[in-house]
């Protein structure tokens, strides 16, 4: 695919993708929740506050399930808050779960959602207020796109902004260590300080191919 940065690409392509079959069929990049559980809801544990929703973010959502199985399994209440630039598939996820009525583990958690630029995630939460930010191939799109590597740069800049203190963005991706924990270092720097720290986890390989958990967190730049 090409212009993977570009809103209109993506309204083509699950368009396309629908019309194709005649029945809903979440679609998964890399791979689904089973793969990943185990680096997510350990990070769903504590809340910052006895009576918050733990707020989570699936950026660059698409048509995955991996936001709803989050709503699913979290024994602690969540909102899962699941953004996309392209309208098309906020409205296939929001017609697909209403008509599968979808219930969560623990029935304060919600669930929904939204049109949303990931560059600009400032327009709609304000600084550190989310607990988690789960980015499943968002950024590799970006950064392997003609126009791309400003957006995935103020993309990341704007999840350090909206994360607490206490939260995580983790991303789900196919680069190798030594070029992705270099850019992540590189870009989470504030006044040439480190606005961030970063770590990595293998998730394992499938259909030939090494996937990797990159872990930011934010640091207090004084």
Known sequence: MENMDKKATWDRFYTENSSCTHTFKNFEWFFGFESVRDFIMPLLQTRSHPDALLQVLDVGCGTSALGPCVYQHSPLPVLVSCVDISPVAVRLMQEHVQAQAIQPHNTSSQLEFLELDCTHLLKRYALSTVD???????????????????????????????????????????????????????????????AADVGVQEVGELRGVNYFCYQVTPRCVV
């Open 132 to 194: 988690l930010i789960i980015d499943k191939g968002t950024i590799d799109a970006l950064l392997r796109s003609k126009e791309g590597k400003g957006k995935a740069n103020l993309m990341l800049k704007q999840c350090l902004k909206v994360l607490r203190s206490s939260g995580s963005l983790l991303q789900f991706s196919d680069e190798d260590p030594d070029a992705r924990l270099l850019w992540l270092e590189t870009e989470a720097q504030e006044a040439g300080l480190m």
